[in-house]
Nanobody, 119 residues
Framework: QVQLVESGGGLVQAGGSLRLSCAAS????????MGWFRQAPGTERDFVAA????????YYADSVKARFTISRDNAKNTVYLQMNSLNPEDTAVYYC????????????WGRGTQVTISS
């Protein structure tokens, strides 16, 4: 019932910033908790950040705390990930996902967008 399309990835120098967007479609898309995940080559997919449906609650992985900010605009059916102070360890394919709860299983996934940080 939810389709997700990420955008905003690209090549950025270390120390730079990038904002990812995730456009959601579907009648009930605004009622889902949303999350961002990332996967680097040869690694497992890691949790990055999540936000509740009404933006009351957010969670971040320790590796991105104080650098990344997740937000959403339900009127636009869009979720954002503002990434600051990027470093090469942030290089990965970033995926957005939708689930029934912020701590639950994420049922719907986008295809991902590549983020590459050069030094």
């Amino acid at each position: 019932q939810v389709q997700l399309v990420e955008s905003g990835g690209g090549l950025v120098q270390a120390g730079g910033s990038l904002r990812l967007s995730c456009a959601a479609s579907g009648r009930a898309s605004s009622t889902y908790a949303m999350g961002w995940f990332r996967q680097a080559p040869g690694t497992e997919r890691d949790f990055v950040a999540a936000i509740s449906w009404n933006s009351d609650t957010t969670y971040y992985a320790d590796s991105v705390k104080a650098r990344f900010t997740i937000s959403r605009d339900n009127a636009k059916n869009t979720v954002y990930l503002q990434m600051n102070s990027l470093n090469p360890e942030d290089t990965a394919v970033y995926y957005c996902a939708a689930g029934e709860g912020i701590g639950g299983t994420y049922k719907y996934w986008g295809r991902g967008t590549q983020v590459t940080i050069s030094s």
